[in-house]
């Protein structure tokens, strides 16, 4: 189509209001029964499950079989990137409806964003790795350099298998809370993933949260100097 018919349809089923619910729990990288996702947008599992066809059918999300259970998830990393980018615009254009509470602060902070580390220590990682030079540019394709590699080697990555997936190594995504850059791709999802293998956090297993204990806290800005990190160039 090129007379915007796919960008209407696809706004449309994204605008919805339980749909939105739905595909924001998901953003949390966890795969989730249908009655879970109704629960998330607060409807009955009959309407949740006539919504999930039509996320189905669009691509939006994908589904798994195991046994009786059926669990959904975002389809793929696309996906997850176009949500993540709507949120920080509707917060930019001052768009976005949600209620403050007792979860916020703890969102804004750490979270994750499908598979990667989002909020203000996802900002302060990728600022911290953008200032000691761990990425290439060339234009709006973004690789770890040399320094990059051995950065994230030394944190006990296998850089070399990270790179070699056929998905995009880094890219980075605009960070809805703090209007500003955090790390996706393999990078960043092997950054959370190594993080959360060394105990340094955990996540929240209702929300998006990550939870970082006091010592992981520490470590992590020792490790990445975060404390002397300046606002990212790029």
């Not at 189509?1 to 605008?15: C, K, N, P, Q, W």
């Not at 209001?17 to 029964?33: I, N, V």
């Amino acid at each position: 189509m090129t007379d915007g018919s796919s960008m209407v349809a696809a706004a449309t089923l994204i605008g919805d209001h339980a749909r939105a619910k739905m595909l924001t729990a998901l953003m949390g990288g966890r795969a989730l029964t249908a009655t879970e996702l109704a629960g998330a947008a607060g409807i009955t599992k009959q309407t949740g499950s006539t919504h999930l066809r039509k996320l189905l059918d669009a691509r939006f999300v994908a589904m798994e079989a195991h046994g009786r259970h059926r669990y959904f998830r975002i389809a793929d990393e696309e996906v997850a990137q176009l949500l993540e980018e709507l949120m920080s615009f509707s917060v930019r254009t001052g768009t976005q409806a949600y209620a403050t509470g007792p979860r916020d602060p703890a969102l804004r902070k750490a979270r994750v964003c499908y598979d990667h580390l989002a909020g203000e220590l996802g900002v302060l990682l990728y600022a911290s790795l953008l200032q000691r030079q761990a990425f290439d540019f060339n234009g709006s394709a973004v690789a770890l350099s040399a320094a990059g590699e051995r950065l994230i080697t030394e944190f006990g990555i296998d850089a070399r298998a990270v790179c070699n997936q056929k998905r995009a190594s880094c890219r980075v995504c605009m960070d809805w809370s703090e209007r500003r850059h955090h790390l996706a791709g393999a990078v960043g999802a092997a950054l959370l993933t190594r993080i959360i293998e060394l105990g340094w956090a955990v996540r929240d297993r209702s929300s998006r949260v990550i939870h970082f204990r006091p010592n992981g806290e520490r470590a992590l800005r020792s490790h990445f100097y975060l404390h002397g990190v300046l606002h990212e160039a790029v």
